[in-house]
């Protein structure tokens, strides 16, 4: 199984993971391979993806929450949450006249490193935790609001709000999710008149920048690229996992 794709440099020996849910990836190729070869076993899209959200924890000593595996099984945009401690996805639109490029921080971030350190420090700190947890749960609502009313402004509007309170999070839990080079990329996006957010957990990996004038976005790459900080060409996959049969 080849993920060289999904690395930075992959075919180098010092190659670094992009953060593009390699691991995720891999396991929804892998069982569903299996699932293909074992006769196509009656499952329903929801008891699949929960049966592939544990799986993933699993080799995660039960941390992730499963988004990166609902997006590689279903593709596109969607809509993702755990209620019940079962996780759910539906597919989803972006707003119309939204733009996006998403960019190379130019370090990798082991995000269950994070998850660790960040339930440690929640532990000691669950009053702090829950209220940050319940705000940027509050914003992802509204996100989502957005979505469904194809609001551009409002969505921009609750990413923004939202990378604020990530990053606040990472103050207060003394974990660098907003690293200097998403420090840098913000101030760019903020020059440029776009909303930046690290994108997963934060502390490296990738960032995205949005807005809704393409002037904006083709300025903030060229001086992001200028800084260093290469944007990939690459773009949210209408399709998920599928099958080909090569014999």
């Not at 569903?32 to 544990?54: C, N, P």
């Not at 590689?72 to 209620?83: D, M, T």
């Not at 539906?90 to 960019?103: K, W």
């Not at 080079?181 to 949005?210: F, Q, W």
Request: glycine fraction near 10%.
């Amino acid at each position: 199984m080849d993920s060289t794709n999904l690395y930075h440099d992959g075919d180098s020996p010092n190659s670094r993971k992009l953060g593009l849910g390699s691991s995720a990836a891999l396991t929804v190729a892998l069982a569903h391979g299996l699932r293909e070869y074992a006769g196509h076993a009656q499952l329903t899209a929801k008891q699949w993806l929960s049966i592939l959200v544990y799986a993933h924890r699993a080799f995660q000593a039960g941390l992730g929450s499963g988004v990166d595996i609902a997006a590689s099984l279903y593709g596109g945009a969607i809509e993702y949450q755990i209620r019940d401690a079962q996780p759910a996805a539906r597919p989803a639109v972006l707003p119309s006249g939204l733009n996006y490029r998403i960019i190379w921080s130019g370090q990798s971030a082991s995000t269950p490193g994070l998850l660790r350190k960040l339930n440690s420090w929640r532990v000691k700190n669950s009053m702090s935790y829950n209220k940050l947890m319940d705000k940027m749960g509050q914003i992802s609502a509204e996100a989502l609001l957005a979505v469904r009313d194809d609001d551009s402004e409002r969505f921009l509007d609750a990413v923004k709000r939202y990378a604020r309170n990530l990053d606040a999070l990472g103050q207060r839990a003394e974990l660098d999710l907003f690293s200097r080079p998403h420090r840098e990329l913000s101030a760019l996006a903020i020059e440029t008149g776009l909303v930046y957010k690290p994108c997963g957990a934060g502390g490296g990996d990738l960032g995205v920048a949005m807005g809704t004038g393409g002037n904006g976005i083709n300025r903030f790459v060229d001086l992001a690229e200028k800084s260093g900080y290469p944007a990939l060409d690459i773009f949210i996959d209408p399709e998920g996992v599928r099958t080909i049969r090569s014999i």
